[in-house]
């Protein structure tokens, strides 16, 4: 891969599994320092971190910052300065999710989706940009979703702050928009990873049917390309964004999702 972020320095938080990790490694390999974030199994951290490091030809950064709490996102971007040096790159992809219906969606597990999904993504694009305009150049890309742009039952938490994720974006990009920065959101659709996919055989056996059309008519019923969106695809729109000859792509929502807000 040909390396357009040479001597940059990127943070992409949620980046220990799945799509996060996918932008690690993407960013990695085109030359840029990485930082992770994450939290999960302290294995699979090591592990994360080792397949970055190496595909970074050095040892990548982490921050375990525990994203419902503002002062541990201003403090992980500050890790972030002192670790690389500066930071050219933020990428918020960090995000949980549960679904209930609204008079019974626990107010818990609204706070939490909110403080992650979106306040987290407020405070460290608030916390990098100073650093961004002193250089004279940045990228802030948020990982939303098609739920950014439509919406479903019972995911009311997650779709609201989805929605907020995509108003930022706009907004941020209006106030860089005569800089070097830009601000864009990413919006996929049913990305493959371990913990979507495990979703397919309950689907299966609650609706009697084999896993194939679990998948295709129940899991991925509102995407009509009938297949996952992997989660490289994302991974190089995210490139795409932080590399050259993107200057003028600035406060975008990109669909990434088989056609599902085209229906």
């Known amino acids: ?7 940059r320095t990127a943070l992409v938080t949620g980046s220990t599994s799945g799509i996060g990790l996918a932008i690690a490694l993407a960013y990695a390999r085109a030359g840029a320092k990485v930082m992770l974030n994450g939290l999960g199994a302290p294995d699979a951290i090591a592990a994360a971190r080792r397949e970055v490091s190496e595909a970074m030809g050095g040892e990548a950064p982490f921050s375990d910052a525990d ?9 992980m971007v500050a890790a ?4 690389m040096g500066s930071l050219d790159i933020l990428v918020n992809n960090a995000g949980i999710q549960f679904t209930a219906p609204v008079e019974s969606f626990p107010d818990d597990k609204w706070d939490a989706i909110l403080a992650i999904n979106l306040s987290a993504c407020f405070h460290a694009t608030k916390a990098a940009l100073p650093g961004m305009r002193e250089r004279g150049w940045g990228r802030v890309i948020n990982i939303a979703s098609a739920h950014g742009l439509v919406a479903s039952e019972h995911k009311v938490a997650y779709v609201t702050a989805k929605h907020g ?7 941020v990009a209006l106030e860089v928009a005569r800089t070097p920065i830009t601000c864009n959101a990413i919006c996929p659709g049913f990305v493959r990873t371990p913990l979507a996919e495990a979703q397919i ?12 059309v679990a998948l295709t008519d129940y899991l991925l019923e509102k995407q009509p390309s009938k297949r996952w969106v ?3 695809e994302v991974a190089g729109m995210a490139l795409y964004l932080a590399g050259p000859n993107s200057g003028a792509v600035n406060g975008t929502a990109l669909s990434i999702d088989g056609g599902w807000v085209a229906a």
């Open 1 to 7: 891969m040909e390396r357009v972020l040479e001597g």
């Open 67 to 75: 994203l419902s709490k503002p002062e541990a996102v201003r403090g």
């Open 80 to 83: 972030a300065h002192g670790a």
């Open 165 to 171: 994720v995509v108003g930022m974006t706009k907004v």
């Open 201 to 212: 055989g309950p689907l299966a056996k609650e609706h009697g049917v084999s896993e194939e």
């Open 230 to 232: 992997e989660v490289e």
